[in-house]
């Protein structure tokens, strides 16, 4: 009786916000007594009304009252505290709202702990006690508590649901199985459950295996960021150094011409000068014997004008006016025209090659007007040649892949391959992991009787006839047959005529658009050369039709 006097007070002194003995007790106008923080948060959720309740008998205020500690209550729960009894026992857990109740409790309702699936009962700690104590209730299967036993009874027959009806795809009682299932396939829940527990685990299985896959593919795609975003950084450092040296270049040659120029016209100016000072020299001798002359042409006195006329009569001849050429300023003429003619240049380049060029073309020639041409020997193909790898993401499901990625083989049944978006699903092809910019040359050995090698962006379609390289205007492809040749783009082909070869070399040079087939060889034998504008980074691809034929990139390194 005692225990259950503490039990009582323990309720009483409790926070019905917090279900906690009182912390800092306060009492409100009503009569209802909360711990002070307890009763601070809940009605600070209500301040946007500007009504302020109880959180148990609903009493409104306004305004908001003022709370003081209740130092009477704070001393009886402090006086309780000492008793020990700090957390409630087992049988005060008082069911709420979200948890399952005790169904043999009486009055208010205490947690329950366990639920019985031969009782579809659900028992708190007290009253589950007999289930473990007691023979007769060890065959009863005990499981978390739960709101749904009601659902393991049978709504026709009242009977707990035992077996379930593969038939009809439903959980039934015995009663069922020998009424209206009767002549179904049944089988024991027990044993049902087995059969999916182990579908369960095969699905996990599949799942988790995607989660790997997935998670594989993520770190890939982390890598290529990584990889992507430091070649980016060493690509604009670079580029800045080259345009800082391309900057001072042409600061250099600005200040070389400046200084050609103040040269030639100081020589110019200084040659000027000295033909003008001569020419004023003899202006000014001439002006005095022009004086003298004037004067002696006043003279009354004859013998004295003849005596002196043949010494002032005498000119001599100027050697200065011949020699005084007015020519056009044509040597800077020549100047700017020849600095206009590198500006045009240099516009051409910057403005017209670049304005084409994609942002991932990772060769960039800003010094020659001209694209390099194109190879002719084999030895001078393989200083572009490229190490090419599939991608397995890309591969039709009965591609069976080798060697390290560089060979497809097409089987007759379907590879393990994990779902994927760039999965190839109505044509034997497959694209490779690298994108291709700039030149790059490499080859392809094949078996079988048919083949196309092809170039093809990475958003090409997926499934569906279009898909197929060379049926698009996303790729281009050299096909392959027997002793024939035949180039589709577009879904358009062109015939192609030339010696039959199971071995292909294909040159690219994005930049400059030009895609270029050849029976390989010495010399190299050009079976189809194409002409265009790439806007996008090229993937190089196999399509195979026969089962057993195969393909691959051959090892140029």
Known sequence: MAQKGVQLDRETFSCSI?????????????????????????????DQKGIHSCPQCRQTYKPRPV???????????????????????????????????????????????????????????????PHYDSPPFKKH????????????????????????????????????????????????????????????????????????????????????????????????????????????????????????????QQTEVSRVKELQEKLEQEITELNRKDAELQQLSHTEDHNQFLHNYPSLSALSESTHSSSI????????????????????????????KWTNSSLTVTEVDVLSSEPEPEPKSRSDFLKYSCEITLDPNTAHTQMLLSEGNRKVTVMKQHQSYSAHPDRFADWFQVLSRESLTGRCYWEVEWRGREVYIAVAYKNLNRAGDECGFGRND???ALYCYQNSYTFWYNNKKTSISGPQSSRVGVYLDHRAGILSFYRVSEPMALLHRVQTSFTQPLYAGLCIYCIGAAAGFRNLK
Not at 21 to 42: A, E, W
Not at 325 to 332: A, D, G, T, V
Not at 336 to 343: D, K, L
């Open 325 to 352: 050429k007015i020519r056009p300023l044509r040597y800077f003429q020549y100047v700017t025209a020849a600095v206009s003619e590198i500006r045009d240049k240099l516009q051409d380049i910057l403005r017209g």
């Open 18 to 46: 917090c279900q906690d003995l009182l912390k800092d007790p306060v009492t409100i106008p009503c009569g209802h007594s909360y711990c002070m923080n307890c009763i601070k948060d809940f009605w600070e959720e209500e």
């Open 474 to 476: 996303q790729s281009w």
């Open 141 to 264: 299967k005990l499981v978390e508590p739960s709101r749904n036993l009601q659902e393991n009874i049978c709504s026709r027959h009242d009977e707990v649901m035992k077996m379930f009806c593969c038939t009809d795809q439903k959980s039934i009682c015995y009663l069922c199985s020998v009424g209206e299932h009767k002549g179904h396939d049944t089988v024991s829940a027990a044993a049902e459950r087995a059969e999916r527990q182990r579908e369960l685990e095969g699905s996990r299985q599949q799942i988790q295996q995607r989660i790997q896959d997935g998670e594989k593919d993520v770190k890939l795609l982390q890598q290529q960021e990584e990889a992507i975003n430091q070649s980016a950084a060493k690509t604009v450092e670079h580029s800045e150094k080259i345009f800082t040296e391309l900057i001072r270049l042409i600061q250099k040659r600005s200040s070389d011409v400046k200084q050609q120029i103040r040269s030639q």
């Open 67 to 129: 709370l003081g500690i209740n130092t009477m209550l704070a001393s009886l729960v402090e006086q309780l505290k000492k008793t020990g009894l700090q957390t409630a026992p087992a049988e005060l857990c008082y069911a709420g709202p979200e948890d399952v109740a005790c169904d043999f409790c009486s009055g208010r309702k205490l947690k329950a702990s366990k639920s019985c699936l031969f009782c579809l009962v659900s028992y708190c700690e007290k009253h589950i006690q």
